[in-house]
């Protein structure tokens, strides 16, 4: 029966030399990079096909990250927006604070053009959501159950107040003129660096503790797994992502208000993530582009769009409760499902 | 001294909904162990039937007693109902499953509500008023506040609602089912409880209180919208998270302290930052006593 040795997906059988492993970190990026690069030129700029594209990546990093915590982890967070407007707001202040020292001063800080300054604005916004989601997920994570869920919810609330009630984040207006840095590449880019975060976290020990967290927290306390930090370890790389995701967002849209960052967006990540299956990156991913694409394509039906989202939800928890793909890849589909 | 005697007032006013919100969450949670996240829906459409209700019977142009009491009649029926509903369709499937799943679930049944109800040909998304159920007049007037009679109504209905349930749930046969099936749900069928029955029973009774809130926040705050009880419900959560999950007392008393806060921030002149305080609250309580006020340490069994 059994004449291939049992190993779990995505983790290598035997040892491989360090300088074949370190090439293999770096293949995705020696690949993608340059075809992102090439992509970038090909599609006409300020075309419809590319705002969509810039919106389906954004969808994306948001769903892989969030399905580090509600998939890996089988915890329960419904605050990815509020994450992703700390990183917005955070990335987007410092660019346009840039901007405008840039302009006061006749030059950039340093050797700071550009690219350079979106790069380093959005690693802080990530930075800042990470920081963020420490401070939420400490208290509401060293407790079981469905406390984080209602923790998060909140979190987003508190935040949105907060925006609404600071002027120097315009307050209910928002940003506006926020310099249009996001392109195809550096969309791209994130999304490739999500995903393989994501998937590399899954392989690796660590990734392990989270499953085990999911399948049985008191069991996996017992094999000595902390689950606290592991949870919260969780809950800062999935924040750090949507932070990014958030500053990607407003750099593309060039605007930013309270009003995007609502329950109805978190809800929308949620339905991704679940509809793809908890704990499958290439389902979020294929959620992802199918919920961002769909409604573009039937403009005329956005009226009846949520409804639908919900009675999708509800059916699926019915009918198939792990989701599309369940916690396989999409390659894995045709594999018997290994017993539980 | 009398602007923090009228915010008082109006914070207790306003806890007294959140405490009747509240109860419908603990209860669920204390059989089921699970948020019903649709709760605050069940509130919407509870405010919405007394809207409708009181537009037929013309309440603004001919008020009378019986017809509030047929609104608030009309509103906890049709929650009631609502409630079964939701039970037997989406929550009963899902008992033997994880219970994320039925979290999930429950999140999809809020979101029905509310996007289903802001179809045009459900309730729309343009903003209805409430017209008014009694006259708004002061009644009384303490230290120089009046206190109005719509708040007095509200307080009053919310009060009487609660000393109602108390006696269902500690005074009759089927609130001892109801605390043996929150107590231990497999014991209490051993027991000839028919757990099933108790469960679509709580449903009904917490929705009935929702809709009982719903027409009382309507009245208090005039406007309604498919989305007006997401706010309210999730306050009224951590109302009842304060209070002690599953605890009827709890419950009560959080949704009166989260009241009182609330107001007390606007006192003080941050009222930008009211709808943050509940949330504020959340989190320090769950960092100083997890188990709220009168929650009881629950150890998680193998």
């Given at each position: 029966m059994s004449e291939a040795p049992l190993h779990l997906a995505g983790v290598p059988a035997a040892p491989v030399p360090a300088?074949?492993?370190?090439?293999?970190?770096?293949?995705?990026?020696?690949?993608?990079?340059?075809?992102?690069?090439?992509?970038?030129?090909?599609?006409?700029?300020?075309s419809y096909t590319l705002r969509v594209l810039y919106d389906v990546g954004v969808a994306i990093i948001l769903a892989v990250s969030l399905n580090i915590v509600n998939g890996f982890t089988g915890q329960f967070s419904i605050g990815h927006a509020g994450f992703m407007a700390v990183g917005a707001y955070g990335a987007a202040y410092l660019t346009l604070a840039h901007r405008s020292w840039a302009l006061a001063h006749g030059h950039s800080i340093g050797a700071f053009e550009g690219q350079a300054v979106f790069t380093l604005a959005l690693l802080s916004g990530g930075a800042m959501a990470a920081l963020a989601g420490?401070?939420?997920?400490?208290?509401?994570?060293?407790?079981?159950?469905?406390?984080?869920?209602?923790?998060?919810?909140?979190?987003?609330?508190?935040?949105?107040?907060?925006?609404e009630q600071t002027e120097a984040l315009g307050a209910q207006t928002g940003l506006t003129d926020i310099p249009p840095y996001a392109n195809l590449f550096w969309i791209y880019f994130w999304v490739l660096v999500t995903v393989l975060v994501a998937r590399r976290l899954q392989a690796?020990?660590?990734?392990?503790?989270?499953?085990?967290?999911?399948?049985d927290e008191i069991a996996a306390e017992a094999m000595g797994v902390d689950t606290t930090a592991y949870k919260v370890r969780a809950f800062v790389i999935a924040a750090f992502f949507a932070g990014i995701a958030g500053g990607l967002f407003g750099h593309h849209l060039t605007t930013l208000g309270p009003r995007s960052f609502t329950f109805v967006k978190s809800f929308e990540v949620v339905v991704m993530v679940v509809l793809g299956g908890?704990?499958?990156?290439?389902?979020?991913?294929?959620?992802?582009?199918?919920?961002?694409?769909?409604?573009?394509?039937?403009?005329?039906?956005?009226?009846?769009?949520?409804?639908?989202?919900?009675?999708?939800?509800?059916?699926?928890?019915?009918?198939?409760?792990?989701?599309?793909?369940?916690?396989?890849?999409?390659?894995?589909?045709?594999?018997?499902?290994?017993?539980? | 001294m009398t602007e923090l005697l009228s915010d008082l007032i109006n914070g207790l006013s306003l806890g007294a909904l959140y405490a009747l919100i509240a109860l419908g969450y603990t209860m669920v949670y204390g059989v089921l162990r699970l948020i019903n996240f649709a709760h605050a829906d069940v509130m919407m459409v509870g405010a919405f039937t007394g809207y409708y209700t009181a537009r037929a019977l013309h309440v603004s142009r001919s008020p009378a007693i019986w017809k509030v009491v047929v609104v608030f009649a009309a509103a906890m029926a049709a929650c009631a109902l609502l409630g079964l509903i939701v039970e037997r369709a989406a929550?009963?499937?899902?008992?033997?499953?994880?219970?994320?799943?039925?979290?999930?679930?429950?999140?999809g049944v809020s979101l029905l509500l509310e996007n289903g109800g802001q179809l045009p040909f459900v309730f729309g998304t343009d903003i209805k008023s409430m017209p008014d159920l009694i006259a708004g007049a002061p009644l009384a007037s303490l230290a120089g506040v009046s206190i109005d009679s719509i708040q007095v109504l509200g307080f009053a209905t919310a009060f009487a609602l609660m000393v109602v349930l108390n006696l269902v749930v500690f005074h009759t046969r089927i609130g001892v089912a109801m605390r043996a099936v929150s107590h231990n749900p497999e014991v209490a069928s051993l027991m000839g409880v028919g757990v099933d029955g108790i469960i679509a029973f709580t449903f009904m009774l917490g929705s009935a209180l929702a809709g009982g809130a719903g027409v009382l926040y309507a009245m208090a705050f005039t406007s309604l919208d498919p989305v007006m009880g997401l706010l309210p419900g999730l306050k009224a959560f951590v109302a009842a998270v304060l209070g002690g999950i599953g605890s009827i007392k709890g419950a009560m008393v959080g949704g009166l302290v989260l009241g009182v806060s609330e107001y007390l921030v606007?006192?003080?002149?941050?009222?930008?930052?009211?709808?943050?305080?509940?949330?504020?609250?959340?989190?320090?309580?769950?960092?100083?006593?997890?188990?709220?006020?009168?929650?009881?340490?629950?150890t998680e069994k193998v």
């Amino acid at each position: 029966m059994s004449e291939a040795p049992l190993h779990l997906a995505g983790v290598p059988a035997a040892p491989v030399p360090a300088s074949r492993a370190a090439l293999r970190s770096a293949l995705p990026f020696l690949i993608g990079v340059p075809l992102l690069l090439v992509a970038d030129l090909l599609v006409p700029a300020g075309s419809y096909t590319l705002r969509v594209l810039y919106d389906v990546g954004v969808a994306i990093i948001l769903a892989v990250s969030l399905n580090i915590v509600n998939g890996f982890t089988g915890q329960f967070s419904i605050g990815h927006a509020g994450f992703m407007a700390v990183g917005a707001y955070g990335a987007a202040y410092l660019t346009l604070a840039h901007r405008s020292w840039a302009l006061a001063h006749g030059h950039s800080i340093g050797a700071f053009e550009g690219q350079a300054v979106f790069t380093l604005a959005l690693l802080s916004g990530g930075a800042m959501a990470a920081l963020a989601g420490a401070l939420v997920g400490i208290p509401s994570l060293r407790l079981k159950g469905d406390y984080l869920a209602i923790v998060t919810l909140g979190f987003g609330e508190i935040i949105r107040v907060i925006i609404e009630q600071t002027e120097a984040l315009g307050a209910q207006t928002g940003l506006t003129d926020i310099p249009p840095y996001a392109n195809l590449f550096w969309i791209y880019f994130w999304v490739l660096v999500t995903v393989l975060v994501a998937r590399r976290l899954q392989a690796s020990s660590h990734g392990r503790a989270l499953l085990a967290i999911r399948e049985d927290e008191i069991a996996a306390e017992a094999m000595g797994v902390d689950t606290t930090a592991y949870k919260v370890r969780a809950f800062v790389i999935a924040a750090f992502f949507a932070g990014i995701a958030g500053g990607l967002f407003g750099h593309h849209l060039t605007t930013l208000g309270p009003r995007s960052f609502t329950f109805v967006k978190s809800f929308e990540v949620v339905v991704m993530v679940v509809l793809g299956g908890l704990g499958s990156i290439s389902g979020s991913i294929l959620a992802a582009m199918v919920l961002t694409v769909l409604p573009e394509a039937l403009r005329s039906f956005d009226r009846y769009r949520m409804s639908l989202y919900a009675l999708l939800l509800i059916s699926l928890m019915l009918t198939r409760p792990s989701g599309l793909f369940g916690s396989r890849e999409i390659w894995q589909l045709r594999r018997p499902r290994r017993a539980p | 001294m009398t602007e923090l005697l009228s915010d008082l007032i109006n914070g207790l006013s306003l806890g007294a909904l959140y405490a009747l919100i509240a109860l419908g969450y603990t209860m669920v949670y204390g059989v089921l162990r699970l948020i019903n996240f649709a709760h605050a829906d069940v509130m919407m459409v509870g405010a919405f039937t007394g809207y409708y209700t009181a537009r037929a019977l013309h309440v603004s142009r001919s008020p009378a007693i019986w017809k509030v009491v047929v609104v608030f009649a009309a509103a906890m029926a049709a929650c009631a109902l609502l409630g079964l509903i939701v039970e037997r369709a989406a929550y009963r499937p899902l008992r033997k499953s994880p219970r994320l799943n039925a979290l999930i679930t429950a999140i999809g049944v809020s979101l029905l509500l509310e996007n289903g109800g802001q179809l045009p040909f459900v309730f729309g998304t343009d903003i209805k008023s409430m017209p008014d159920l009694i006259a708004g007049a002061p009644l009384a007037s303490l230290a120089g506040v009046s206190i109005d009679s719509i708040q007095v109504l509200g307080f009053a209905t919310a009060f009487a609602l609660m000393v109602v349930l108390n006696l269902v749930v500690f005074h009759t046969r089927i609130g001892v089912a109801m605390r043996a099936v929150s107590h231990n749900p497999e014991v209490a069928s051993l027991m000839g409880v028919g757990v099933d029955g108790i469960i679509a029973f709580t449903f009904m009774l917490g929705s009935a209180l929702a809709g009982g809130a719903g027409v009382l926040y309507a009245m208090a705050f005039t406007s309604l919208d498919p989305v007006m009880g997401l706010l309210p419900g999730l306050k009224a959560f951590v109302a009842a998270v304060l209070g002690g999950i599953g605890s009827i007392k709890g419950a009560m008393v959080g949704g009166l302290v989260l009241g009182v806060s609330e107001y007390l921030v606007v006192f003080l002149g941050y009222s930008g930052y009211k709808d943050a305080v509940a949330f504020a609250l959340l989190i320090l309580m769950l960092l100083v006593k997890p188990t709220g006020l009168f929650g009881r340490p629950m150890t998680e069994k193998v």
